[in-house]
């Protein structure tokens, strides 16, 4: 659906009702949302004067210039949710263009791999700055191939600028040679040496195209590989701006390549060239990259789906923790895997944090504009406002009470989704349990902290977690209870995340592996043990025969214990 560049700055006057009976997914005729409380609806955020349109950012010189080494004889388009107009037409890759991008892979790979570490971390130092300078254009695709509102977009900018400075400074001390004990001290002199994996497979999604494309690609850059690309079609623009970048620090083309199509397409076809693949998307689409990915013998880490939980204890900060859960459940519109979906309050004060709670995500602005100023923004497809739609209309259908939200808002853009506050969900509403990835959050009572701990593990999941307590102590005691990769204390989901030199990752149906940190890197590359056997073999000699043999290195072994060797 097309419509005019004057709708996707956000011209929409602030305060503006919503239709009294809204349309359903994309403005759909009779696909009506469910009944909503009888409020005015979300404000809508004024779009300043002069506000760019897609038409402005998105140019013809633009597309030619971010596109001219992606292989394809044929094409796709992408479009932004904010309208539905069209941004752009792409090249679209076949798996023999996916398979001729490998090839330049490795022969650039080889000589970017022989330069020194540090040479190679200085890229990545000079990619930081000019992210920073250049932000303002990164901000401009990210919304308008996301949907989401700049603050939201300028996250993406912030984590990649972290990641970027990180391995920077700490590649070379990941990567350095290490010295370890030998079988035999003295005699046996081993070093550890990391080796790049080679090319590395890597299939980003939509809902971060900044964050989760080069911001992941970053420490296989620094330890020495080459990284063969698909993004969502939906949003290249951003990944192939973030590659021209990069480009412009100091990486040689040919180390980045980009294919794009459609994910049956293309993405197999990544995963069965790559030496590593590193994938962030569905539980569902994971495990078949893992199934494929283990045919071959080659590794992955697989970032999937969450249900992640937000513990409210009884001596929260209730003003602090009500902020926390706005930020927690609607930044970028609920469309990131560590955002929270389920609320658990205690009983004592969830009444108070209940009525807060509904109030502030009822004041939200909405808005579309390319500039700052609304507070949440769209969802990125038909298919997302489709699931949303869904899982609020079975709940309400099944008896759960909408306290705020609960439509769509055709108002200002196409696939605007009021922030939604549930309660009363109960495991036969598909909410409950199903990841939803947008704005929607449901509200539970408990009594007490084990109950608290039970029911925020009472899923298949285990992303992330919050917990909101006046207590440091309490809350990371209640935190090493919980199964997720990630718990913060007293925040929704940046603290843990915007700590990068601490992993980060999933547990049981949310992943494999770990984005940040030293295993974040080490994850690229093969360890390679080297060990210089010196003055006597591991053999009898000197006169030895087996039995005296046996008995030396008995007494070694014994000695060796006592002297509290590792």
């Not at 809204?22 to 779009?47: D, K």
């Not at 939906?234 to 294919?259: D, H, K, S």
């Not at 739609?389 to 696939?415: M, N």
């Amino acid at each position: 659906m097309t419509e005019s560049p004057a709708t996707a700055t956000g011209t929409v006057r602030t305060g503006q009702s919503p239709p009294t009976e809204p349309a359903g997914p994309a403005g759909a005729a009779g696909a009506a949302g469910p009944a909503a409380p009888a409020t005015a609806g979300n404000p809508v955020a004024t779009a300043p004067a002069g506000a760019r349109t897609a038409a402005d950012v998105v140019t013809g010189e633009l597309v030619a210039r971010l596109t001219r080494d992606v292989a394809g004889g044929g094409s796709t388009a992408c479009h932004t949710p904010l309208t539905g107009e069209r941004l752009a037409v792409l090249p679209e890759s076949s798996p023999a263009d996916v398979a001729a991008a490998f090839d330049r892979a490795r022969r650039a790979q080889r000589e970017w791999a022989a330069r020194p570490v540090r040479e190679r971390a200085a890229v990545l130092l000079r990619f930081h700055d000019l992210l920073l300078r250049r932000q303002d254009e990164a901000l401009d695709l990210v919304q308008l191939e996301t949907g989401k509102a700049r603050l939201h977009a300028h996250e993406e900018v912030q984590a990649v600028a972290v990641a970027a400075r990180y391995y920077g400074r700490s590649a070379a001390a990941h990567l350095r040679p290490k010295r370890r004990t030998g079988a035999v001290p003295v005699l046996t002199h081993v070093r550890e040496l990391r080796r790049p994996r080679g090319v590395v497979g890597q299939i980003a999604p939509w809902n971060y195209p900044l964050e989760l494309s080069v911001g992941d690609a970053l420490p296989a850059f620094a330890a020495g590989n080459a990284v063969v690309m698909k993004p969502d079609t939906e949003t290249a623009l951003t990944a192939l701006w973030a590659r021209e970048l990069l480009i412009e620090a100091g990486l040689p083309a040919g180390v980045w390549q980009v294919v794009i199509g459609e994910g049956p397409v293309v993405g197999p076809a990544v995963v069965d060239h790559a030496d590593y693949v590193s994938f962030t998307g569905s539980t569902r689409t994971g495990r078949e990259v893992a199934q494929r990915a283990a045919f071959r013998l080659v590794g992955c880490s697989l970032e999937l789906g969450g249900k992640n939980a937000m513990l409210v204890l009884e001596d929260a900060d209730l003003d602090r923790a009500v902020d926390g859960a706005v930020r927690g459940a609607f930044s970028s519109a609920g469309q990131l895997c560590i955002s929270i979906e389920r609320l658990y309050v205690h009983a004592s004060i969830a009444d108070a944090f209940t009525e807060r709670f509904t109030a502030r995500t009822r004041a939200l602005r909405l808005g579309s504009a390319l500039a700052y100023g609304a507070d949440m923004g769209s969802l990125v497809s038909r298919r997302q406002l489709e699931t949303v739609t869904r899982h609020v209309e079975d709940a309400v259908a099944k008896g759960a009470e909408v306290l705020t939200g609960g439509r769509p808002r055709p108002d200002v853009g196409p696939l605007f989704y009021e922030p939604t506050v549930l309660e009363g969900v109960t495991p036969a509403m598909a909410v409950c349990g199903e990841e939803t990835f947008g704005p929607v959050v449901s509200v539970y009572r408990f009594t007490d902290e084990d109950e608290a701990v039970a029911l925020a593990n009472a899923t298949p999941y285990g992303l992330n977690a919050s917990v909101w307590t006046r207590s440091a102590r309490r809350g990371r005691a209640v935190a090493a209870r919980l199964r997720t990769g990630t718990v913060n204390v007293n925040e929704g989901y940046a603290a843990a995340y915007g700590s990068v030199q601490a992993p980060m990752g999933g547990m049981g149906d949310s992943g494999v592996g770990r984005r940040h940190g030293v295993e974040g890197i080490l994850k690229y590359t093969e360890a390679q043990t080297v060990a210089h056997q010196r003055l006597m073999p591991m053999a009898p000699s000197f006169g030895m025969d087996d039995e005296r043999y046996a008995a030396f290195m008995s007494l070694s072994l014994r000695v060796m214990k006592a002297l509290r060797f590792r």
